[in-house]
Each structure stands twice: as structure tokens, then as C-alpha cells.
């Protein structure tokens, strides 16, 4: 059980920890959570961590946690935090092992009544073009130079290759290319994990979803991502693989051995940093900016092959459109105000309003696409962003349900061919995954996204605008 500290309901949805909590905090914590989520939340040790993060040079007041949190690797899983670019730090658990691990949504324009019949058919085709799996790799396999062109480029060095078209680059955070990636700062162990693994799931909670729109809470939102109830979308999640946890290793450990030099005292080393405009922090950038680029590339590439299973499956061309594809677990440099500051994402995605510059044109009137996954058999939904996130939160929001219990726990809980039968029973087609990945994935294992969702919506950080449920999932 976490410690308890003194907090202040500030209004139904979000809840302060004061700075006085711990003589060693520098700003406050907020977390967004009703009563239920703040009871779960206070569960492990979520919220000590986000007060140890309070206590970073540089940190900006508040620091958050989002309704989805959880305790995480050094800083909470859907914790936000900003600090400043001259006197500030970066932190590799800031930003998490898995760098963008993001999720995009296709809109198919296909009744998904008239699809059902061929979703076994389908997702067997794309279990066949879509490796999952630990350490599976993808059917790409990059010569040395093609693979440091990704890490610089991102989605856009698959154009050339016909993996990629301009549509889908204007709908992908940052057009699917950080501008301040090096791949030379990303080690040879990193790259050789990452040279075979471009369009692949990996493992845990990653998946690509074929799914039904089950309601729409805002039609001028819905038509402008191109959603209406009956149809069927896909959603597609996951990040940079091996690369991207080499590079969280390797940083942690080069930022754990250089602290002392710059005078830093932590309450918990996995908060390992460094000074960002230090010759360790602006390596650690340019080599997390190379990782979220192949995590772009990565899920463009599994974008192509899954327009290649539908393709193949129904007999003809098929036209899945890129609604957008969010990133999570980044720190990405952004102005706010008069102020640049390095914003730490980890488990919490960007939502961004309509009048934010970096909103896709097709979305300035209704806001940028926010995606929040469930899992397996809960619902995923489609928001968008609002100008007053950006006051509210960083222009930050959840990134999904949230792990409500351990995966030991989720297994103990309910065995995984229990876990298939109960999916299968509720007409969800599930490839790709074994039994125990199932246990360890099943929805009773998340917080419930309804709620997550209620929450983020009352608060203003995002409004809802489709509710999705799976009708066929291939696991990672």
C-alpha cells in the first residue's frame, strides 16, 4: 500500500498533493481521478512516485498524474511532467522503455456487419503479415544505412519504398519524423535489435484491433475523422521494440553514472537524469527522437500490411484511411506560453486543441485526434484535444485504461483459455497471443476505460467523440 499524504479535492475530477506534503518537493502533484479512481490509484505506488517527481530541478508547476495511472519504472505510467529547457532535466523513466509506443486508427468505410463474416479469415492474414511475439521480427530487414535513414527520417524514409504516402504523414504526430533525431547517439546493440523488428507487435498490450464504431457522441468530430456508427476501423498499437528499450537501458544507466557531476540528489534512482542541455541530455534526446522515429515507421509499416490483408481477404483494393496516430511515452520540446519546455509524456498521450498550430488542418475546427485503447475485449475511444488542455494539463491526456492489477495477479485471477473462451463468447476473433499473454492481457487487469474516459472528458482535457469495440484482435 502507498504512504498516505495530505491531498485537496480541487473540484469532482482532479485532486492536489500540496508541496508541503514532503519537505523535499519543489511543486505540487495533481492527479485527474473521481473518487473510485483516486481510491485505485492510492493502491501501490503511484502517487509517491509522482511526488518524488516534484522534486527534479527545473520542474514546472504542477506535475500530473492522468485517471489511468499506475506505478511505472522510476516515474508513474500517465505521469506528466515539464521542466525547463535552460535549468531543467531529462529522464529516460520519464519517458519509459517502450519509446512511442503510440496507437493510430484507420476508418475503413466498410459496414463492419457486412465484414463480420470474413473477420477470421482476416485476422488470420494478418497474423501471417504482422509478426507478434518477444523478439519476433517483421518481414523488413534493414541494411545499415536504410535502418539509420528510419531512425532520422522516420515514416517519411518509407515513402520511397511505397510503404508510405504523403496523406498519411499529414495525418501522424510531428508528420512522423522528429527533426532533432541522431541516429549516431543510438547504440550498435540498440540498432542490431532493431534491424529486423520494423512492423511488428511485440508483446504485453500491444494489438492490432479490427473494431466496430458503436456510438457517436459528436457528429462534427466524427464526420471530420471520417467515423460513423456501424462501420468498422482498425487500431493499431505499439512503439519501437527492441531499439527503443535498448536505448532506455543504455541512457539510464550513462545518466545514473553522471549525476553526481551535476550536483543532482534523487529519492529513487530510476529517476536517473541529466541536465537537458547537457553532452549526456542532448544525446539522450537525439537518440529518443531516432526511437520514436522508427516507432512512427514501425506502425506505418504495419498500416501498409494491414491494407494488404484486407486487400487480400475481400478480392479488391481497399482505401483504409489514416485517421491519425498519437504518440506516448515522449518528452518533445513545445512552447507553452513564453516558455520552452521539455514536456515528459510517459503513458500519457498529446491533446492538443483546435487553435494549437501543430493540429492537423483537416482538424483545426474540431481538435487533434486523441486515441485511448482498452484491451482485447473493453472499448476503445476516439476524443479530440481542447485548447484548454494546454492550461490544464500540458496539453496532455490518459493513453488508455490503465493496469488496475500486476499481470501475476491478472493470471492468478483467471487462467488465459477462460480469458479466450469469455472473448470468443462475446464474438471477438483473438489470434496471435498464447494463453498466458492472454491471462496476463484480459480486461478485468485494466481500470475501466468508461470511467477513464468520463473523467477526461469532464475535465476538459479532451472531449469524447466515438466509442469503439473489437470485433477481432491480434495480440502481441
Not at 177 to 185: G, N
Not at 398 to 420: D, I, L, N, T
Not at 438 to 463: F, I, M, T
Amino acid at each position: 500500500m502507498s504512504a498516505t499524504y495530505p491531498f485537496t479535492r480541487l473540484d469532482r475530477e482532479l485532486v492536489e498533493i500540496p508541496q508541503t506534503a514532503r519537505a523535499d518537493m519543489r511543486v505540487p502533484a495533481r492527479v485527474f481521478a473521481d473518487d473510485a479512481l483516486w481510491d485505485q490509484i492510492r493502491g501501490d505506488r503511484t502517487v509517491e512516485q509522482l511526488l518524488n517527481v516534484t522534486t527534479l530541478p527545473g520542474v514546472i508547476a504542477p506535475v500530473f498524474a492522468m485517471p489511468d495511472a499506475h506505478e511505472g519504472y522510476g516515474f508513474p505510467v500517465g505521469g506528466v511532467a515539464a521542466f525547463g529547457e535552460r535549468d531543467g532535466i531529462i529522464s529516460p523513466g520519464g519517458v519509459g522503455y517502450d519509446i512511442n509506443c503510440g496507437v493510430r486508427l484507420l476508418a475503413t468505410g466498410m459496414a463492419a456487419e457486412a465484414l463480420r463474416p470474413q473477420v477470421p479469415k482476416l485476422m488470420h492474414e494478418l497474423s501471417r503479415r504482422v509478426a507478434s511475439g518477444t523478439g519476433r521480427g517483421g518481414r523488413l530487414s534493414l541494411e545499415p544505412a536504410e535502418l539509420d535513414r528510419v531512425l532520422a527520417e522516420g515514416s517519411r524514409a518509407l515513402l520511397s519504398r511505397g510503404l508510405a504516402a504523403e496523406d498519411d504523414l499529414d495525418h501522424t504526430e510531428a508528420s512522423g519524423s522528429l527533426q532533432s533525431a541522431e541516429p549516431d547517439a543510438v547504440s550498435p546493440r540498440a540498432k542490431q535489435r532493431g534491424r529486423d523488428q520494423l512492423g511488428s507487435l511485440g508483446s504485453g498490450n500491444h494489438f492490432v484491433e479490427v473494431q466496430v464504431i458503436g456510438e457517436v457522441f459528436d457528429s462534427e468530430a466524427a464526420a471530420a475523422m471520417g467515423l460513423a456508427v456501424g462501420d468498422a476501423a482498425v487500431l493499431i498499437h505499439t512503439g519501437s521494440r527492441g531499439l527503443g528499450h535498448q536505448v532506455c537501458t543504455d541512457y539510464v544507466r550513462q545518466m545514473d553514472a553522471v549525476m553526481r557531476k551535476y550536483g543532482i540528489r534523487l529519492p529513487d534512482r530510476e529517476l536517473a537524469c541529466a541536465p537537458f542541455d547537457s553532452p549526456e541530455g542532448t544525446r539522450y534526446f537525439g537518440a529518443m527522437c531516432a526511437a520514436a522515429n522508427y516507432a512512427f515507421a514501425n506502425r506505418q509499416v504495419i498500416t501498409q500490411r494491414v491494407r494488404e490483408a484486407f486487400g487480400q481477404v475481400l478480392g479488391k483494393r481497399v482505401e483504409l484511411r489514416l485517421v491519425y496516430d498519437v504518440a506516448h511515452n515522449m518528452a518533445k520540446l513545445e512552447q507553452h506560453g513564453r516558455e520552452r519546455l521539455i514536456v515528459h509524456r510517459k503513458g500519457a498521450t498529446r491533446a492538443f486543441g483546435p487553435s494549437h498550430p501543430e493540429t492537423p488542418t483537416r482538424y483545426r475546427a474540431v481538435g487533434q485526434p486523441v486515441l485511448i485503447p482498452g484491451s482485447m475485449g473493453t472499448a476503445s475511444y476516439a476524443l479530440v484535444g481542447t485548447d484548454a488542455a494546454l492550461e490544464r494539463s500540458f496539453g496532455s491526456c490518459c493513453h488508455g485504461a490503465g493496469r488496475a492489477m500486476s499481470r501475476r495477479a491478472a493470471k492468478r485471477f483467471k487462467p488465459g483459455h477462460e480469458v479466450r473462451q469469455a472473448l470468443e463468447d462475446q464474438g471477438v476473433v483473438v489470434t496471435g497471443a498464447g494463453n498466458q499473454e492472454l491471462a496476463e492481457e484480459a480486461p478485468h487487469a485494466y481500470k475501466d476505460v468508461d470511467r477513464v474516459v468520463d473523467v477526461v472528458h469532464a475535465a476538459g482535457l479532451a472531449r469524447r467523440v466515438a466509442r469503439l469495440a473489437p470485433i477481432g484482435v491480434l495480440k502481441g
